[in-house]
């Protein structure tokens, strides 16, 4: 699903700024040949708007597949276990990037990074060797992970490697980035509100989802931000069935996989989750943190134009509407499954 839909273009250095498209993590990018995947992603500046066209964006840093325009989250890489990939990366934005996440598993290589100065092109060649949940991230070079808040801390995409034979599993990828935004002050750029994300989108333009009561869902929860999460369900309990990160993925032995409402994600790992819903109803997902939740700040001139009312719905708003606080007075890291009754067999 495509909340910013727009024609692709292409991102050049010292060019036109497109803007970003969002994706839900279900289309795999690239080329399947005999010898593997070909991907060719490139980097550079786009507008992001988080709140909808409508309000007001923010520049931001992005990766897109060429010919597809940036996206964000970025481009999603899936393959089977033991393929062999070509990824090209070209940047065309003014900064030299560090591309890290995009190697294999096993060795030093996966510590490697791949560094792109601008408008220089470089090709990485390697095989998926472990399956599991990954993603691959960027940033200015000499920048951490954890680092990362402002205009580059959206250069993320999914990495997911299904096992090499047999049905890959039915899941869904649920990818989170934050991303703080910098106003002018009195020492330069300050920083001024965060931007928190599942897919690119923050609530309430997050995906409403949907599943019949009974069904097995299978979720591969990618923090790629650099704040922790205690992740939270309501109404049910979800098995943990693997843990990992950007570099590593453990899927648990059966004995091992423990029961949970809430699974803390520090930045950067990842977690495989699966839960079964045994009623109908609207049940949210989301961080358990008050302030992840809250409704998603003004960007820009927003801060001083004509929506600046909106500012003190950040910290709490006295004109509250309690019928809609859900829908209209949250925001941030929250999406809701609707769950259906399922019809009795004739």
Do not use: K
Not at 162 to 173: K, M, S
Not at 273 to 291: A, K, M
Not at 292 to 307: F, Q, S, V
Request: aromatic share 6%.
């Amino acid at each position: 699903m495509l909340l910013h839909a727009a024609p692709a273009a292409a991102l050049t250095l010292g060019g036109p700024v497109p803007t970003t498209t969002t994706h839900d993590n279900l289309q795999p990018a690239g080329r399947t040949g005999p010898d593997g995947l070909h991907l060719d992603l490139e980097i550079g500046r786009a507008m992001w708007y988080p709140n909808g066209t409508d309000r007001a964006g923010t520049s931001i840093l992005a990766f897109g597949e060429v010919g597809a325009g940036p996206s964000t989250p970025g481009p999603l890489v899936r393959v089977r276990q033991g393929t062999h990939l070509t990824v090209s990366l070209h940047n065309a934005s003014e900064d030299t990037i560090a591309v890290h996440g995009l190697g294999a598993r096993r060795g030093v290589a996966v510590f490697d990074s791949i560094v792109v100065p601008p408008g220089a092109s470089r090709t990485t060649r390697f095989r998926a060797d472990l399956q599991g949940t990954f993603f691959y991230w960027g940033a200015r070079v000499g920048t951490s992970l954890e680092d990362r808040e402002f205009d580059d801390a959206l250069l993320n995409g999914a990495y997911v490697v299904d096992p090499a034979e047999g049905e890959p599993p039915v899941d869904r990828i649920l990818l989170i980035d934050v991303l703080v935004e910098r106003l002018p002050g009195d020492s330069g750029l300050e920083p001024a509100g965060d931007i928190l994300a599942i897919n690119g989108r923050p609530w309430p333009h997050t995906e409403r989802m949907q599943a019949t009561v009974g069904d097995s869902i299978r979720w591969r929860v990618i923090n790629a931000s650099q704040r922790a999460h205690p992740m939270h369900l309501h109404g049910f309990y979800f098995r943990v069935d693997a843990a990992g990160d950007w570099q590593a993925d453990t899927l648990f032995d059966a004995r091992a996989r423990r029961m949970a409402v809430t699974e803390n994600m520090e930045p950067g790992t990842t977690r495989t989750l699966v839960w079964s819903p045994d009623r109908p109803g609207g049940w949210l997902f989301h961080c358990h943190l008050s302030f992840h939740a809250t409704m998603n700040a003004p960007l820009g001139e927003e801060w001083h134009g004509p929506a600046a009312h909106l500012m003190p719905a950040v910290f709490g708003s006295p004109n509250a509407d309690a019928d809609h606080h859900v829908e209209r007075h949250m925001g941030g890291l929250m999406l809701v499954t609707r769950v259906l009754s399922r019809e009795p067999r004739s």
